[in-house]
DNA sequence: CGCCCCGTTGAAGATGATCAAATCTTGTGG
DNA sequence: CCACAAGATTTGATCATCTTCAACGGGGCG
């Protein structure tokens, strides 16, 4: 796990000291908005998306989380978004009490955890572009684009581990936009959709130059 | 300001000697996407725009800085946005290589930047919500909300420091959408517009509940 | 005084949403 | 193994919100 890497051994020792695991299955939610933020998590394994919403339903996904990625950090008392696993996910949970603790002692974990909170707002800042100024074509590239390297872009075909609605939800869309707009950039031999569920980019060079608005 | 609150005199005068100070006139642009991440800043006076551009010019601006705000924080060797004045201001700048060694000296320091940027993310992902789900009425209300209490909610009256085209570009709409949004509001009686640059809050309630989607 | 920029207002148009229905997938039970 | 039900995805037709295009008004500054 990238969090701990750079430890010496008897600093991992005193590591694992202050991290539960946890395995979940799919559609669990791990938190949801304003719960006391009494943990930070870090994936092992899976996929879990983060969300926010309205009083009336309406939703947003705010990040698609991977091996790697953590979330549960808060300045307040309440987490500010719900967290719900997509697949079957392994997790590590840190106490904020213990983990703040140990930051006195291994201060390169809290630099580290700066470097990623600072990595997932200038995620964040890439997104509020693609929500107030791409069109639906244009989001839909991003997010494969941006999807596929985030999941190893050694082969072009990929799989989508969320439904429609989610991405629906992550691009500020509806699921018949993005499913229209799926075939659209299939039908122009962009990508290929061997099933519902997988993606091949076919002209990477293309979908990049729609992704960046050109 | 609030980096070097809780400083004792000896470590506020360590502080100091990692510091320039720099004013500036409103317009200018204090670096741009892309250049390389050297320093970091902190407002003490004015207001402050940070935006990201398309290459055919369409243009999303991430975040309105206020006095206290910080900025200019990036994983990677350049910035990830643009930074640019829209009053006067007058700003603290930390060369990033000498900061990064007076963090050693003053872990409460990397702490409140933490803080901060973790603050920063939690505004991102309410933009996210806005910029993804939102109706222009309910981006209006919600900004006009947020931006009053920003600038100290003592009174109902505040001055707007940015353009129509500065809101359309953080809201994700055109001018004219802002425009004619704002006049709905003022004829429904919500606000009051005393000329176009000033907004009196007279329903906050009601624009309250118009922000959350209710 | 007059120009120019900014903001407002109006009319027409387009993108994406909504409503509706068909198709495909998946899991269950006979 | 097959039939069937439930859910997800795709496709189609219509609709609404917001954008685009256009023109007008007003305030500030030369």
């Known amino acids: ?85 997509m697949t079957p ?12 603790a140990l930051f006195d002692e291994l201060p390169m974990l809290e630099k580290k955890l700066l470097g990623a909170t600072t990595q997932e707002l200038a995620a964040a800042q890439e997104q509020m572009l693609l929500l107030g100024r791409k069109t639906a074509r244009e989001r839909v590239a991003t997010f494969l684009v941006v999807l596929w390297r985030r999941l190893g872009d050694k082969t072009p075909v990929f799989a989508l581990p969320m439904s429609r609605s989610d991405i629906a939800d992550f691009l500020g869309l509806t699921i018949e936009t993005v499913s ?14 061997p099933d519902a569920n997988h993606v091949a980019i076919q002209r990477l060079d293309d979908l990049l130059c729609i992704a960046e608005g050109g």
């Not at 790697?68 to 987490?79: A, I, N, Q, R």
């Not at 229209?180 to 959709?193: E, F, P, S, V, Y």
């Open 89 to 100: 996910v392994v997790l590590c949970r840190f106490p904020r009490r213990k983990l703040e």
């Open 180 to 193: 229209r707009t799926l075939t659209g950039l299939k039908r122009d031999g962009l990508i290929a959709l």
């Open 1 to 85: 796990m990238a969090f701990c890497a750079g430890l010496s051994t008897q600093q991992f020792r005193r590591f694992m000291t202050v991290l539960g695991q946890a395995s979940i299955d799919p559609g669990v939610t791990i938190f949801r908005e304003g719960d006391p933020a009494l943990n930070l998590y870090t994936i092992t394994a899976g996929a879990v998306k983060l969300y926010k919403l309205l009083s009336d339903g309406r939703r947003q996904i705010t990040a698609f989380l991977f091996p790697g990625d953590f979330f549960g950090l808060s300045v307040h008392e309440g987490y500010a978004y719900t967290a719900e696993s």
